[in-house]
């Protein structure tokens, strides 16, 4: 991962982030008000050499006092000084356990020592400093006189007495925030990037790249809308979700630049990616375009393409396929381009057994000798084996990833399915992208006016969606569209 990677993890994952920041400040403040405040007191004394000789005999004396005062500082935690401070004091504790609660120190080429005491009363804290700054005089003195009798060289004076504090030492609450706040930062930075390590669902092209090299034919971003109006003439001309369908038309021509495959399986991984609006929105704007379009409802099993397209499914493909009708007769015109709807029909027993039949290689051959382009809603590749048995009859194959929601494994299994049998993959559409944010595809360029178009198209468009329909000879014409002496059909396979 590079540095984008991680600045994408944490916009993704800011509010794990901020969460877990702010649980780290809450737990700060809530160590500096449940703790126990703590006083201390500290005093300061000066190590002297007791000599008034010349001035080389001072320089010598300077040097043996300043090499004898770490020395000093160690003494101060021993019993021999505490223990007369808690004599003196009458202190109920050790010595080791006074230690705990006094720090001495001496900078570095200098001759003075400090001594801290904490305690939680301020009063008794200076008391302790002073009574064990007192004993360290005694017992340096004690130390350091000659066995042979006479005064010791070495002197110490306190030159700061101890005084009670005013104020608490600790908790700091200014400190306690701080580090609070940095250690559910780093917290919260490692959560969201073991989260995006530990997830493995599909967000965006990167992710996508680790499962497949298959080129991504476009991103189609979500819109809170598409449940109510899923078509692409119910959405503003120049919406992202509009300009995401014409994207994918566009690279799909490019994908299939040899014009091989006229016939384009669009299918999934698992139910519920948006397939069948992908393979619907795809064929209006292709028909857009000027091509002249037939979408076939090969879902056998949850056929949803006459739902959407207002259509009657009792007589489509089954039909078709059974013998029972013609295509010329089944095949339903739809809005006001080059579109037509071959329907599901009613539902088989047999779904696999009919796609995979040679009566349905046969029609799929007639439909692109007739039509510029010929889009089969499949169902997806998982939990049936219909699509990859349908994609050896077909051109080339779309699989639609559905953002946010397929897994890597899942989408493995799909590609390998369609790599056993042979099949032409064209490459993978993400779906339901967000349209902002880290995973976002789509980019917007459409004024306030366009936003206007987009709320008022789904009742401009709810007429195509609801067209009267009148049944003749088994084919459905929707009334007001063009006469049917225009049907492409009339071309297929030069039966009438």
């Known amino acids: 991962m590079d540095l984008r990677d991680y600045l994408r993890v944490l916009r993704r994952n800011w509010i794990l982030v901020v969460a877990i920041t702010l649980i780290g400040l809450l737990t700060g403040g809530a160590a500096s008000v449940l703790a126990k405040p703590t006083y201390t ?5 000066f190590v002297a050499i007791q000599s008034s000789g010349s001035v080389l005999e001072l320089q010598q004396g300077n040097t043996f006092s ?5 020395s000093y500082v160690k003494t101060v935690g021993s019993p021999a000084v505490l223990q007369p401070a808690i004599d003196d004091l009458g202190l109920e504790m050790t010595a080791e356990e006074l230690a705990s609660r006094v720090k001495a120190s001496s900078e570095i080429n200098t001759v003075l020592i400090d001594i801290a005491v904490v305690d939680q009363s ?4 200076a008391a302790i400093a002073q009574a064990v700054a007192n004993s360290l005089v005694r017992a340096v003195d004690s130390l350091e006189r000659p066995k042979t009798g006479g005064s010791s060289p070495v002197g110490l004076s306190i030159i700061k007495p101890a005084k009670a504090p005013s104020a608490p030492s600790a908790p700091n609450t200014r ?10 930062l780093a917290m919260g930075i490692a959560a969201a990037i073991l989260r995006s390590t530990l997830d493995n669902r599909i967000r965006n092209e990167s992710d996508l790249r680790r499962v497949t090299d298959a080129p991504l034919l476009g991103g189609i971003s979500f819109d809170q809308e598409a449940s109510k109006n899923p078509l692409l003439t119910q959405s503003a001309p120049q919406s992202p979700r509009s300009e995401s369908f014409r994207q994918l038309r566009t690279n799909l021509q490019f994908a299939n630049v040899s ?9 999934s991984s698992l139910p519920g990616e948006g397939k069948s609006t992908t393979a619907t929105n795809l064929s209006i704007a292709m028909a857009q375009a000027g091509l002249s379009v037939c979408l076939v409802d090969a879902d056998l099993r949850r056929p949803m393409v006459n739902e959407y397209l207002g259509l009657d499914r009792n007589a489509g493909l089954t ?11 089944l095949l339903q015109p739809w809005g006001d381009d080059n579109l037509f709807v071959l329907t599901s029909g009613q539902i088989p027993p047999n779904p696999s057994e009919l796609l995979g039949s040679e009566e349905m290689k046969h029609l799929i051959t007639r439909l692109e000798q007739a039509f510029d382009a010929v889009i089969i809603d499949a169902p997806p590749l998982l939990p049936v084996t219909d699509s990859a048995v349908l994609s050896q ?17 899942d989408l493995e299994k799909a590609l390998a399915a369609l790599a056993m049998v042979g099949s032409n993959v064209l490459g993978v559409v993400l779906n339901r992208i967000p349209a902002k944010g880290p995973d976002s595809y ?9 936003t206007h178009v987009k709320n008022s198209g789904s009742s401009s468009t709810t007429g195509q969606k609801t067209r009267r329909r009148s049944t003749e000879g088994g084919a459905v014409t929707p009334s007001g569209v063009r006469p049917p002496t225009l049907f492409p059909g009339e071309r297929i396979g030069g039966r009438r």
Do not use: C
């Open 393 to 409: 009859h077909v051109g080339g194959v779309v699989v639609v990833a559905g953002s946010q929601k397929l897994r890597y494994q």
């Open 122 to 125: 301020p009063v008794q804290a």
């Open 41 to 45: 007191a500290d005093t300061q004394l």
């Open 175 to 184: 400190m306690n925030l701080l580090a609070g706040l940095a250690i559910g």
């Open 66 to 70: 300043t090499a004898r005062v770490q």
């Open 442 to 450: 789509a980019y917007s360029y459409y004024s306030h006016e366009d």
């Open 319 to 329: 039909t078709a396929l059974l013998g029972t009708s013609d295509v010329n007769d």
């Open 259 to 267: 014009g091989h495959a006229r016939s384009v399986l669009i299918t």
